[in-house]
């Protein structure tokens, strides 16, 4: 079994290609990543010569080059989660949202079509639905409309819409997940949960947006994982799965959580202006995913704890990161702080 994971130096789909490539010792994964400042192969070290691991530095938005490396391996699965996934640089560079996440899922979509893929699987997130008001008893559920409100959304929206189009028009097999916010191990730190352990651990200040109150629905990744592994194996085809862990936190939770765990002080804390449209809430109903037989092992309290620790523990992997073109990027957002 050939299985190409894109976007696999990156967060979620790094955690992805480590699961795979251990579970699944007689399949050959393949991670396709171009190595955008978000993506690095340091984490791939431990796994770097095992046989069935492979790499290749290839853009998902080069038509020529994607279709030459489907022909030539004749995947059976793919897994996509090569994405620019973060909203804040979305609002100020939204065009290369729409390279990488339309343009670039159209060419894989021709591509996997080409060599009749056994099922494409396309990673998307849960805000294609929009926001939710901060009534705890809704839910996004997977017949929610598609009401994306940021750019980096309405890209992901657009890709999804172009993996059912491509189902209903050629009758490429797939499945779309729409996961909630995830954490845990190799976070980028341009994100809440890795921005705060970062900066709390430097002693610097922490950007909260607004008041706060905005509420995210957290999953560790290796939840999302599993998910992914259940939905490549089992999804019916053409269907559509949601997947949370009802961990529904504001955000100054979330920071005063992390402050606590490093035993550090809440004046660090600092309310800085709102991002622009900035989503109120986002919460999922799991429960489709959950027929299916897909249960979360983690909760937030146990997760977020034993990710501090794996930041502490792993120093060097974000110091080297915060210390290069981040520092830029980290002026740019947050002005000199
Ligand atoms: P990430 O930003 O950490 O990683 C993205 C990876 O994609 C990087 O390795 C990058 O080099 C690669 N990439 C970017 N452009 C590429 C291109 N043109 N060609 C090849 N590779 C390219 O992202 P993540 O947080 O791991 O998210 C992965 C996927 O999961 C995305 O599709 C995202 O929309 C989705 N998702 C993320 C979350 C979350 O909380 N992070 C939640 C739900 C869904
Ligand atoms: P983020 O991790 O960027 O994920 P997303 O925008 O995809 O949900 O942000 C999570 C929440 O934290 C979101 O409500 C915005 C907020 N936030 C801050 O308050 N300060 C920050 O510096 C960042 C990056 C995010």
Partial sequence: MKVAVTGGAGFIGGNFVQYMVNKYPSYDIFNLDV??????????????????????????????????????????????????????RS?????????????????????????????????STDEV????????????????PLQPNSPYSASKASSDLLVRAYHETFKLPMN????????????????LIPLTISRVLNDQKVPVYGTGENIRDWLHVLDHCSAIDLVMHEGENGE????????????????????????????LIEFVQDRLGHDKRYAI??????????????????????TVQWYLDNKEWWETIISGEYKQYFEKQYGNK
């Fill in 240 to 267: 559509v799965y949601n997947v949370g862990g009802h961990n529904e936190r504001t955000n100054l939770e979330v920071v005063k959580t992390i402050i606590s765990a490093l035993g550090k002080s809440e004046d």
């Fill in 285 to 306: 109903d799991p429960s489709k995913l959950e027929k299916l037989g897909w249960k979360p092992t983690y909760n937030f309290d146990t997760g977020i704890a034993q």
């Fill in 129 to 144: 639905y929009g926001e939710l008001d901060f009534d705890p008893t809704t839910f996004f559920t997977e017949d929610t």
């Fill in 35 to 88: 190595l955008t400042y978000a993506g690095d192969l340091t984490k791939h070290k431990n796994i770097e010569n095992n046989e069935n691991y492979h790499f290749a530095k290839v853009d998902i938005s080069n038509r020529d080059e994607i279709m030459e490396l489907f022909n030539k391996e004749k995947f059976d699965y793919v897994v996509h989660f090569a994405a620019e996934s973060h909203v804040d």
């Fill in 176 to 191: 779309i997940t729409r996961c909630s916010n995830n954490y845990g191990p190799y976070h980028f730190p341009e994100k």
């Fill in 91 to 123: 609002i100020t560079e939204p065009e290369i949202f729409v390279k990488t996440n339309v343009l670039g899922t159209q060419v894989l979509l021709d591509a996997s079509k080409a060599i009749n893929v056994k099922k494409f699987v396309h990673v």
